[in-house]
């Protein structure tokens, strides 16, 4: 099992939106609607932020929002704040009850 | 409020094993749920190593397989990591973790601890 891809950086300014992609294959993202994505501040736990591709779990802000298309599932942050600043990873259910992430991206708030 | 924490060495040995244990508090292990274990190297993103339900069924990542095992102790609400062989590139920081189903989100995370691999 590959990886699952995200950009390794993106940016806005704040109150822009900005989508982070993260793209697997039919066998992952595209196969199962179990699509998950984290927020990592440096130093600090991960926390998840979207679930089941486009859940919030309790607290997560309304301004995160997820989605997919086909074998990519996508973040959005809405309303950029400074504290938003952080690393994100995305994850998916893979055949065999397996989980993959992908490699991270680091968004920063300009 | 569901509470993990991890405690094992912070420095192995290249060839030897790596043990790490969770203890889980909070909510009871055998009342449901995944439970496994997340790595993270340094400066790298995170790596599904494994989970386990409290009845047996185990599940492992499969670059991982063979040298790997977990298991839990629903007596004392404990989680176990066992990790064999261990060389350089297993330096990362470990996190104990819940999941609702193996390959599903972790809702639940342990605070994480750093475990060096080296002579």
């Known amino acids: 099992q590959s990886a699952l891809t995200q950009p390794p950086s993106a940016s806005g300014s704040p109150g822009q939106s900005v989508t982070i992609s993260c793209t697997g294959t039919s066998n992952d993202v595209g196969g199962y609607n179990y699509v998950s994505w984290y927020q990592q501040h440096p130093g600090k736990v991960p926390k998840l932020m979207i679930y089941e591709v486009s859940k919030r779990p309790s607290g997560v802000p309304a301004r995160f929002s997820g989605s997919k298309s086909g074998n990519t599932a996508s973040l959005t942050v809405s309303g950029l704040q400074a504290e938003d600043e952080a690393d994100y990873y995305c994850?998916?259910?893979?055949?065999?009850?397996?989980?993959?992430f992908g490699g991270g991206t680091k968004l920063t708030v300009l | 409020q569901v509470q993990l924490q991890e405690s094992g060495p912070g420095l192995v040995k290249p060839s030897e094993t790596l043990s790490l244990t969770c203890v889980v508090s909070?909510?009871?292990?055998?009342?449901?749920?995944?439970w496994g274990w997340i790595r993270q190297p340094p400066g790298k993103g995170l790596e599904w190593i494994g989970s386990m339900y409290h009845s047996g069924y185990t599940f492992y990542n499969p670059s991982l397989r063979g040298r790997v095992a977990i298991s839990v102790d629903t007596s004392k609400n404990q989680i176990f990591l066992k990790m064999n062989s261990v060389t350089a590139v297993d330096t990362a920081v470990y996190y104990c973790?819940?999941?609702?189903?193996?390959?599903?989100?972790?809702?639940?995370w342990g605070q994480g601890i750093l475990v060096s691999v080296s002579s």
């Open positions: 994850g998916s259910y893979a055949e065999s009850n397996n989980l993959i």
């Open positions: 909070g909510y009871s292990i055998n009342r449901g749920y995944y």
């Open positions: 973790a819940r999941f609702p189903g193996s390959g599903r989100e972790i809702n639940y």
